[in-house]
């Protein structure tokens, strides 16, 4: 995985949090962690402790590929939610030293078969892909930052990847279709295999040429902090996949749906902090559960 590794301010409607750990490579790896491991690729500041960085090799996360700038400071953001929980603000970025991030990759990480582009500029998601050597399965997320000011380099790089993952709002604006199957299709005409729209609480949507699937959310009650949810869906479901080594539409049901349990962790604490308490037979207790909830036969 490559992308971001920052310092959260995080405001609910209940309770606030100042500086801690966040960024969608951080949670990735760590939802990924569960299932197999993972080569982190990321940039940091001088001010990014070392038991930060031990936190994340304790869960079988490899860390050669995080650089540590000590001149320069980490990425932070700051965001208030509104009452849903659902909706967001950004009072502040400072993107420091993942301002000027040009990913190098160790060559040990060069032949990794499963590959996630995490949030980020599409010209540097592609530089990672011209340093990779024949990965199985690659995947993308994006935003409405890169579809409104770099669509071009977003467009390039939707034909040199497998999958893409991105929201329903950002589906809408990327495709201009306000049906989300239409627009999911028109996504598939861009150059990508498949494509999976997050929906928050109201699920996720996969879509490839010969298959479909809904999955709604896990049930959860109690939602604390909806930070990166969906990048913990797509470690868990990443995650999965690596693990098993295998991309049939079965075996990618069944990665979504451990991707939306590993989120509906994720949301019940602020950063890591619930996920720090799970462990992989939590998620399949859960899993056993969902699937009671959703069946109909």
């Known amino acids: 995985v490559v992308g971001s590794i920052a310092f959260d301010s ?10 801690v750990i966040g960024g969608s490579a951080t949670y990735f790896s760590y939802a990924a962690s569960y299932f197999t491991k993972v080569n982190l690729v990321g940039v940091v500041g ?5 038991a930060h960085t031990q936190l994340l090799e ?10 540590k700038v000590d001149s320069e400071k980490t990425f932070n953001w700051t965001g208030k939610y509104l009452p849903n929980m659902n ?19 160790p060559e040990s990480y060069k032949s990794t078969p499963y590959v996630f582009l995490a949030n980020g500029m599409p010209a540097i998601q592609m530089s990672v892909l011209d340093q990779v050597e024949s990965p199985k ?9 890169w579809i ?17 993952v991105l929201n329903d709002s950002e589906a809408k604006l990327l495709t201009g279709h306000e049906n989300l ?25 996969y879509v490839s040429a010969d298959d479909m699937f809904v999955l709604p959310a896990y049930p959860t009650e109690a939602v604390k902090d909806p930070t ?40 019940e604490d602020f950063s890591l902090d619930k996920m720090r308490e799970i462990e992989k037979s939590d998620l399949d207790i859960r899993f056993e559960r969902f699937k009671s909830a959703v069946n109909f036969t």
Do not use: C, Q
Request: hydrophobic share 45%; no cysteine.
């Open 10 to 19: 995080v405001e609910t409607p209940t309770e606030r949090r100042d500086n």
């Open 46 to 50: 001088g001010d990014w402790p070392d």
């Open 58 to 67: 304790d869960r079988n996360v490899d860390t050669a590929g995080l650089v």
């Open 87 to 105: 909706d967001r603000e950004t009072l502040d970025v400072n993107l420091n030293v993942f301002g000027t991030f040009d990913p190098v990759l």
């Open 137 to 145: 399965l690659v995947v993308a997320d994006t935003m409405d930052l």
């Open 148 to 164: 409104n000011e770099h669509r071009d380099s977003l467009l390039e790089l939707l034909k040199r990847i497998d999958g893409l």
């Open 181 to 205: 199957i239409s627009a999911a299709k028109a996504v598939l005409d861009l150059g990508v295999s498949f494509v999976v729209l997050k929906k928050g609480e109201h699920g996720a949507l």
């Open 228 to 267: 990166g949810a969906g990048d913990s869906f797509a470690g868990g479901m990443m995650g999965y996949l690596a693990s098993v080594d295998d991309t049939s539409a079965a075996s990618i049901r069944r990665a979504l749906v451990y991707g939306t349990l590993v989120a509906s962790y994720n949301v």
